[in-house]
């Protein structure tokens, strides 16, 4: 069966600190990965998408960066962190069709 | 005006009662719905998964689609204390080559025992 990874599951930074976060899928291969951040009390909003190794669409211009080193491999990243990218951060797969499947998600405290 | 909306509550109800969580849009080119679950500090899970107006069902959960008025509803019968969370609706349409959703922001119901 396919599950999906994703850490930490907490994380306190600093403004100006680095940041990676990393996902990973298995038991499938080349799937459709996303990132998608969700704010207290608003829908989840889509950062990244990836449809495979290399290939990385961005929905919104921002501070933060993806990249797909391997087929079911997603990390987010930022060089420099800023109070606004505080959340609540969601890795997640689809083989391609409509239903996906979200890991349990990574909260980004900015201090 | 967004393109999917989706009333934020809290909704508070007894145990045993019926639940109807409303969704509305504006994107007639959505072909796909969804209804999430996102119990507190967890990754939403996929509950109901539809791309036809009309009702499908799944033990207690009734999700319904009416494309013409661009309104979906997930209906729960006798509402049990696990089931409190907050409900996510999705909707797709296809998009280049990744097939995207776009979330309401989520309705926070409370089952009371």
């Known amino acids: 069966s396919q599950t999906i990874h994703q850490w930490p599951a907490t994380l306190v930074q600093p403004v100006g600190s680095p940041l990676s976060l990393e996902c990973t899928v298995e038991?499938?291969?080349?799937?459709?990965l996303y990132w998608y951040r969700q704010a207290a009390g608003r829908g989840l909003q889509l950062l990244f998408y990836?449809?495979?190794?290399?290939?990385i669409s961005s929905e919104v211009p921002q501070n933060l960066s993806a990249s797909r080193p391997q087929d079911r491999q997603f990390i987010l990243s930022s060089k420099k962190l800023l109070l606004s990218d505080s959340g609540f951060y969601l890795c997640?797969?689809?083989?391609?069709?409509?239903?996906?499947?979200f890991g349990s998600g990574t909260r980004l405290t900015v201090v | 005006q967004k393109e999917v909306e989706q009333d934020p509550g809290p909704l508070s109800v007894p145990e045993g009662a019926i639940v109807s969580l409303n969704c509305t849009y504006s994107?007639?080119?959505?072909?796909?719905f969804m209804w999430y679950r996102q119990y507190s500090r967890k990754g939403p899970e996929l509950l109901m998964y539809?791309?036809?107006?009309g009702n499908k069902e799944d033990g207690r959960f009734t999700a319904q689609v009416d494309k013409s008025s661009k309104y979906i509803s997930l209906f729960i019968r006798d509402s049990q204390p696990s089931d409190s969370a907050t409900y996510l609706c999705?909707?797709?349409?296809?998009?280049?080559?990744?097939?995207?959703?776009?979330f309401g922001s989520g309705t926070q119901l409370t089952v009371l025992p």
């Open positions: 997640a797969w689809t083989p391609g069709g409509a239903g996906y499947t």
């Open positions: 038991g499938t291969s080349n799937p459709n």
């Open positions: 990836s449809v495979g190794i290399g290939q």
């Open positions: 994107n007639s080119a959505f072909q796909y």
């Open positions: 539809t791309y036809s107006s």
């Open positions: 999705a909707m797709s349409a296809f998009s280049g080559s990744a097939r995207q959703l776009t």
